[in-house]
């Protein structure tokens, strides 16, 4: 059985920064793991995905301002953001999936389409 949780949201001033961790357990949860977003009224939009080559991609959005790795020994999945703004505003989802090759990890990260996901965690940034 497959479980992913998110935590680490909040509120947070423009130009401050939050980790968010995504936990997983169960063996099988794929070898693409990613992260997305929703605001309220817009459309999913993919942040990063790691593939298990060692790969990432970033949406331009992001890059250079959030970063994403994995902890192995704790089974978790960490999204690093810096210098947030407002119109980052919105709940923040991990997923996971077994794919072929680091341009299908990043489409299922793009739309959010992944196999298994969390519950989201909001990210509020004023």
């Known amino acids: 059985h497959v479980q992913l949780v998110e935590s680490g949201g909040g509120s947070v001033q423009a130009g401050g920064s939050l980790t968010l961790a995504c936990e997983f357990s169960?063996?099988?949860?794929?070898?693409?793991m990613g992260w997305f977003r929703q605001a309220p009224g817009k459309e999913r939009e993919g942040l990063a995905a790691?593939?298990?080559?060692?790969?990432?991609k970033y949406a331009d959005s992001v890059k250079g301002r959030f970063l994403t790795d994995k902890d192995v020994a704790r089974n978790k999945l960490l999204l690093h953001m810096n210098n947030l703004q407002p119109e980052d505003t919105a709940m923040y989802y991990c997923?996971?999936?077994?794919?072929?090759?680091?341009?299908?990890?990043?489409?299922?990260?793009?739309?959010?389409?992944?196999?298994?996901r969390g519950q989201g965690t909001q990210v509020t940034v004023s």
């Open positions: 997923g996971a999936m077994a794919v072929y090759g680091t341009s299908a990890c990043w489409k299922k990260a793009a739309d959010g389409s992944f196999k298994y």
């Open positions: 169960g063996s099988t949860y794929g070898n693409c």
């Open positions: 790691l593939y298990s080559d060692g790969s990432v």
